[in-house]
């Protein structure tokens, strides 16, 4: 723009007589401070003289601070950090069924290594940069930098697309607004969130949430069951951290259009084909009756939901198939 004022100033000034690439070529040595000489008869002409000195003063200095600015750019790796978050929203828009997690602290960072775990795909919402490179510490994890409870922010995370949400702010408050807009976003998304008081638990399922958890409920729990059953901790632990395979309890869900629709558990041959453990079977209804350990003669419905255990590979392969 200094370039293109500094050549029409000349242009105007000299009432277009001197050729308009001279003009620029005029404007480029005085801001550039060359000194190639005169292209077009300036000295002399007091309104050219006055006009040089304002463009080389100002003009000038708008340069140079064009030029630190993009050196910076390239120097500080800023203009790496805008490629990657412009990368990261191309990556984020393309995502469908996935899973947005409003957080990364104490709750939020080992829910996204379980999430991760199951082959999940996961996008953070996190205002705190130390958060978020420590959330990228765990693998390349798409994250939003700014606020959850910004209504923007969450529609830049898919939240239209995606499959559930997990609210782990440390404030009430705010899960219970993120959870609200998340609602109204997406009548279907599936919405965990955070609790800490245990009077707004009635609040946040009343306004859209499908579970509520209390880390120090659950907590507490744990602590009562090292005490009691310390080896069946110590077994679901190792089962989750196990370095020799990922073996995960999970869900299958018969869809109206599976084949094995009316088959029974042993006609349809999960147990054999992915290598599952089926540890029970719930039938469609919401509230519906779940059967621990059902029998291979057990028929498969329509919105039936199994609960197994084994790899996560084999668990994935198999949600496929239903």
Known sequence: MVILGGSIGYYIIFKGEPSFIDCIYMTVISLTTVGYGEVIPVTGNNTAQLF????????????????????????????????????????IEQLREHYIVCGGGQTGLPLMVELIKNSAQVVLIELNETQIERARGIGEVPYIRGDATDDHNLLAAGIERASGIFTCLPSDKDNLYITMTARMYNKKIRIISRMIDEKIRPKLLKAGADGVVSPSAIGALRMASEMIRPTAVDFLDRMLRSQRGNLRIHQLTVSTESAKVGKTLAESDIEKRFNLLILGAKESALNGEIEFNPPPTQRLEPGMTLIVMGEVENIVRAQKDF
Not at 55 to 79: C, D, H, K, P
């Open 52 to 91: 040089t000195m304002v463009l080389i003063t100002f003009g000038g200095g708008v340069l140079l601070y064009g030029i630190s600015t993009l050196t910076a750019l390239l120097i500080e790796g800023e203009l790496s950090g805008l490629l990657r978050t412009k990368q990261m929203q191309k990556q």
